[in-house]
């Protein structure tokens, strides 16, 4: 039997409309795991019809972390000016700088990566896994596979999301994007780093922010 209390909790922990929820709980006899995976699902169908609109509106949002050490701009875009002042999109920017201060990515999506740093990549890694006595029949399968996690560590969009990392930030836009009911679009970012490029005592940035996110 779906009660209230079931219906209410799916509500709160998806943002999805009251008879949606009890849509997806009547789907999956309810389990509320499951539930949310089909709340999920119709969402990012959702969310994919809007990912082909013209966002132009936005903002540029500043992230700064350790009084001042590092120091980040990234343009998060949507469709109205409306939606960019919503305490939603705005909160999403700030996780988003947060991403980029902790995470240091050097690219936003994978399409941006120069074909030349890929291919030296790729020769980087075909020398290890030689050099590692792997046969050089399945080297270049597992090239694909290093690859791809090169791909996670440099592009924004495909590094799983600091606050939550069971999910990547593409999952993150795409769920906003259905709960906000705009296309969003991060565009670029800069990261300043006090004092990158000059010889010193290495900290670790990511546990620091993720410090900071906790309190």
Known sequence: MIT???????????????????????ETQGDMDKAIDFL???????????????????LVESYI????????????NCETDFVAKTEGFKALAKDIGM???????????????PA???????????????????PANIVEKMIVGRVEKFYKEVCLMEQPFIKDPDKTISQLVTESISKIGENISIRRFT????????????????????????K
């Open 65 to 76: 972390h350790g009084g001042g050490r590092i120091g980040v701009l990234v343009e998060v």
């Open 99 to 113: 991403q980029i201060a902790a995470a240091n990515p050097s690219y936003v999506r994978r399409e941006e990566v």
């Open 116 to 134: 030349e740093i890929i291919e030296h990549e790729k020769e980087v890694l075909r020398a290890q896994a030689l050099n590692e006595g792997k």
């Open 40 to 58: 999920r699902e119709k969402g990012l169908a959702a969310a994919a019809k809007k990912a082909g609109r013209v966002a132009a509106e936005g």
């Open 4 to 26: 209230a209390g079931m219906v209410k909790e799916l509500r709160e922990r998806t943002g999805a409309g009251m008879m949606d929820c009890k849509k997806a709980l009547n």
């Open 191 to 214: 990261r300043y780093q006090l004092g990158e490029g000059i010889e010193k005592k290495a900290n670790d940035f990511a546990n620091e922010v993720m410090a900071a996110v906790k």
